[in-house]
């Protein structure tokens, strides 16, 4: 395979499903429009439907204060089993939520809406226990079809790092619906109606969810593309997140299950701890909005002072849910939110069990219920990132529903009448759950820490195989601050190209992934790597493909190779759009990183900036579907007729290759798979991927020849071989005598300036010197200079890199 690259076999294609026709520019500005739009029409319909379901669900307590159980002569057995009912068929049914999947959303959103909103009404004519019963039980099968399923509907809409914010945004609906349910209970009761105050409290509760079933089935998208408020700009770019998260197929909400890592999921001991402290808040969660009425009643106020009452320390909850869910994205302390939410709440319950003081006691009930509420609305979010795929997400999620609804069972039967006024054992059962909660919080995030700790580089690297896609690994990432398991984008979204030398502390190990590399020979040739194509019907835009087996271990691009896409998409354009200029030669080239370049589709657009006889110069920037990942400025020239004045210079020393020792390649091929393609020489002493004593930790010499022997470098590939060079800010953290890492370091790419004096076309050897003049502040510049066998200096590269220490970066 000869790695010479003629003018590019340039044709014409349309763009792919990755692809997008809105102009580079402005694709950030459309994405933030489609955010705001999801937010302000999808978000309020969520968030309303959820409220009236948690509405329906739980008037029944105010329907008791207001003499329900009088009425139809209810015992209190009789009353406990009306709260229970609902919870049996709630759980049973929660598997429903992946109708979402399999029935087109608005139409699943009408019908459960519809179901339950009738259910709902239809209390109000009951005449004895089993009519309420019937009535209780048909709206839990509705409700279990809806709210359990609302997160995994998000993501169809949501990326990963959106979604928190909208989980606790949706989940604050239900202290703001048991706010909303004492005012108005108390504005319904405190009348006087030809009807009963408990049978109009339904029916006036109840009618406006059946109105609202048939708003959802005209406004509820069923994806981003068809949702009618996004105009044709804004759904091509809903489009491009959906792929962009899930990859093509996923975005036509497509999928099946992995049954190993349902398998997984299910033996995963924090699954089930998440599950225990979901039993554990909905202990309390469930009892409190059910019996915070008759709670108050029995501090001497009336029954209707009391519906009032019960309203502010919900929205107090609703508040802090927003709060306590928006730092937790931010600060990654999502364990210890959750501990301190528990603290306070489990403290109120300890105050309503062993104080007599109305004041204080309904104080405490402002702690129970601000830190019941926010304390859910922080596990489901730990739960979402502590999964790496959809599956074992899902399989979370369900684990996490059918053991956490069980609390209910529990919750709903603390209350009986014979132990008011101050049910000391249900506060104090209460209490104790929440304190658990607390416990197991604590207990989950020192087990991550041990966790992380015990993860040695190789086996962090390897959670980030796929980096930022979202399609691919099979595992999880741990978190170094116990935040949990973090998705898989950071590295995508870290902003810069990154390149990664992986070696693990005393030695070299092997790593897997989900998503490897592929194999010697079905690597795909650089000059199938670099090819670029023409988009139809423009003179200046360009697609390429990205592959795996020419990025590094996370799937990611790394630095060289997006220059050299670049370089090959300035040179086809001025074979096709500018031939009679006879500028073939790219000769100078600046390139800012802004956002990490994944394996996949990419778009390359070309701007004339000057065109001049000699030299022309054009910006040129390279973008996914939805993102700008560089922007660069190429010189172009013709290095055969170029002309001037020239100077007689030193040529370079060169290291005698006859001495040289080959490197193990495959130390540093498992970060940059690209490198199987290229043999390493260096000095004695360097054969391994660091330092060489007597040139330094600062400084490296290597020879580097292609594979096959036929094979010649040439301009396009000299941006590649100017970054195949194992991360030097290893070599400060490596010890040659201890054989180990003292502190692990990776680097990545900020910005690349390349200079090319000479085409290398014919070399088969190639010097590349590298020396690190400073890292200061985290930020290192990195000198390159290639040389070929004659001494000559045939291109010098400068790279500014980002220092990361890998402890960090990994998780």
Known sequence: MAMVVKNPDVTHVENGPGESNIPAYQVP?????????????????????????????????????????????????????????????????????????????????????????????????????????????????????????????????????????????????????????????????????????????????????????????????????????????????????????????????????????????????????????????????????????????????????????????????????????????????????IIGLSVIGGTGYIILATVSSTAIRYFAIYLAAAGIFPAISNILPWVLNNQGTDTKRGTGMALLQMVGQCGPLLGTRLYPQNEGPYYTKGMSVCAAFMFFNAFLALVLRSLLQRENKKFEVLERLAGQATGGDEKGANFAIENEDSFGYRPRWPLRESGLAWSLTVTSIGGTRRLTSSNPASDDSNLVPFEKAVEVKLVEGTKDTFSATLTSDWCNIANIGFGGLCVSLILAASRAYFATTHPLRSQPDPIHVTAQFLSAVPAGRLTIQVHPEKLGRSYSVVRVSLRTATTICTIAFVTQGNLATESGPNFETPKFELPNRATCKEVISKVFATANPATKRCRIFCPPGGETPFWTPDLGRHRRDQWARLTDDDSRWDLLSLACIADWIPAMPLNYGYDNDMMGFLKMYGHSTISLTMEIKKDPKGAQWLLQRAVMNAAKNGRFDLDVKIIDEDGELVASVCQVNKLIPLRRAAL
């Open 29 to 337: 500005l459309i994405q933030k429009q489609v955010v705001r739009k999801l937010d302000w029409n999808l978000m309020p319909l969520i968030l309303a439907l959820y409220l009236v379901s948690f509405l329906d669900r739980s008037n029944i307590g105010n329907a008791q204060t207001a003499g329900m159980s009088k009425a139809l002569n209810l015992s209190d057995s009789q009353y406990q089993w009306l709260l229970t009912i609902f919870y049996i068929p709630y759980i049973t049914f929660e598997w429903m939520a992946l109708m979402w999947k399999l029935v087109p959303p608005h139409w699943w959103a009408f019908c459960t809406v519809l179901v339950w909103g009738i259910a709902s009404t239809l209390q109000a004519a009951a005449q004895n226990w089993a009519s309420l019963m019937v009535c209780r039980f048909m709206l839990a099968v509705a409700e279990a079809g809806y709210a359990p399923g609302i997160p995994y509907l998000l993501s169809f809409f949501y990326l990963r790092n959106e979604i928190g914010l909208r989980c606790g945004i949706f989940l604050s609906a239900a202290p703001l619906a048991t706010c909303f349910a004492g005012a108005l209970a108390f504005g319904i009761t405190s009348g006087h109606s030809a009807l009963e105050n408990w049978r109009l409290l339904f029916l006036v509760e109840g009618l406006p969810t059946v109105m609202l079933a048939f708003v959802a089935f005209y406004i509820m998208p069923d994806s981003p593309e068809k949702a009618r408020f996004l105009n044709d700009e804004e759904k091509e770019a809903a489009r491009a997140r959906a792929i962009r998260q899930v990859g093509t197929e996923g975005a036509e909400r497509v999928g099946h299950l992995n049954y190993k890592e349902i398998g997984l999921a299910l033996m995963d001991v924090k699954n089930w701890i998440t599950a225990l402290m979901y039993f554990s808040c909905n202990v309390s969660f469930s009892s409190l909005p059910v019996f915070l009425p008759t709670i108050l009643t029995g501090m001497h106020f009336t029954s209707i002072d009391a519906q009032g009452l019960a309203a502010p320390p919900y929205f107090l909850s609703f508040m802090i849910c927003i709060l306590s869910t928006w730092i937790a994205d931010h600060t990654q302390q999502r364990g210890l939110m």
